[in-house]
């Protein structure tokens, strides 16, 4: 049930304790290593033997992810290359990528950290596990493996793409655990239901989704078409990559690995932290690795802490879904909203298919959202009134929970773009 029982209930003062030890050691390779740090702290006067407490953390700069790219490619690294057993890349897709570095050491805490997660999630070394992120300069396919292989089950290295043989592998050799973003699990499920499958032949039982935001009505529809146990695990490459904090089989909130990630929550504007409990800015700093530690690392994530304690046994504390990116947020006529609530409101409504896009253009100086949302080819076909009384439905619910009215377009089942690694469901034309 537990991967490393030990540190994952451990009492909640020995952690704190391990934890300041592990900063303190942190921060001193930091300093003596990496001479942006150096820099930093001694500009700001900083002396690191001063830094005792979790309160003194807070006079430590951030670290952005900006920081990183001047930095390209190596310059944060705080080993030697030649201690370098393994090199990740961040995808750049907003600029410069972010370079990634883990020595024998990190590889090994990886793997155990996976390991945690893949166990929390159901995977025992029984299972049969198939790897449908991509393998790459992608921490996904490669964190998930190592993670799998150290529980000892029989992993299938898929890779994310060609679904039909996908499913075909899947059908043959039993797999069991199925591990790929919500989005792809869903075409995934779609492919099945389109080769003629029945859901119930197949061995399937689990499934552990990350690497994108997904909302609670994508899992229930996952649960039920793939007829699975569906659970959220959540990292980025620039503090690892999976592992960072996973669900357990409660299904309710993230389990942090704090005993090697220190976690604070602050208000993005203020960076000031938020009360308890509420939402904003994750920041982590890494409190074990060696060639790439970071200090109070902005992800940009935004969640929040759920400090009541877990029905699973575990003392690690969990963080709630990730809603989305700060830089996801779409300011639309003055509201602040996330894909992810326009994704809650239309999972929630019969007779939609679980496959939207949101597209924003600019009319004058007004933004101009329509939302497009896959029906069910009856709807589709229905006549015009059904159809528009579901168009009033949709618009009536977002326009309640988002607080602004946008437009909504009904198209027909499989027109819209499908994903085999992270969706991109927003299309903001006002940048072009
Ligand atoms: O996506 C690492 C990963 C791989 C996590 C496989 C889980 C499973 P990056 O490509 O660096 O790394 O992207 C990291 O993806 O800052 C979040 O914005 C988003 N993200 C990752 N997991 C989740 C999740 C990997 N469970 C960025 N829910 C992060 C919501 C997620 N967003």
Known sequence: MYWEENNECMDRDELKQLQLERLESTLNRVYLNVPFYRKKFDEMNIDIDSIRSFDDLRRLPFTTKDDLRDNYPYGLFAVPLREVIRIHASSGTTGMSTVVGYTKNDIKTWSNLVARTLTAGGVTKDDVVQIAFGYGLFTGG????????????????????????QVKIMQDFKTTALICTPSYALLIADTIKDMGINVNSLSLKYGLFGAEPWSEGMRQEIQERLKIIATDNYGLSEVMGPGVAGECLERDGLHLNEDHFLIEVINPDTLEPVPAGDVGELVITTLTKEAFPVIRFRTRDLTRILPEPCKCGRNLIRMSRVMGRTDDMLIIKGANVFPSQIESVLFDIEGTEPHYQIIIDRKGALDDVTVHVEVSETIFFDEMKKQSELIDLIKRRLSSELGISVNVRLVEKKTLERFEGKARRVIDNRKL
């Open 142 to 165: 490669f964190g998930l493996h190592y993670g799998a292989e150290r529980i000892g089950a029989s992993v299938i290295p898929m890779s994310s793409g060609n679904t039909a043989r």
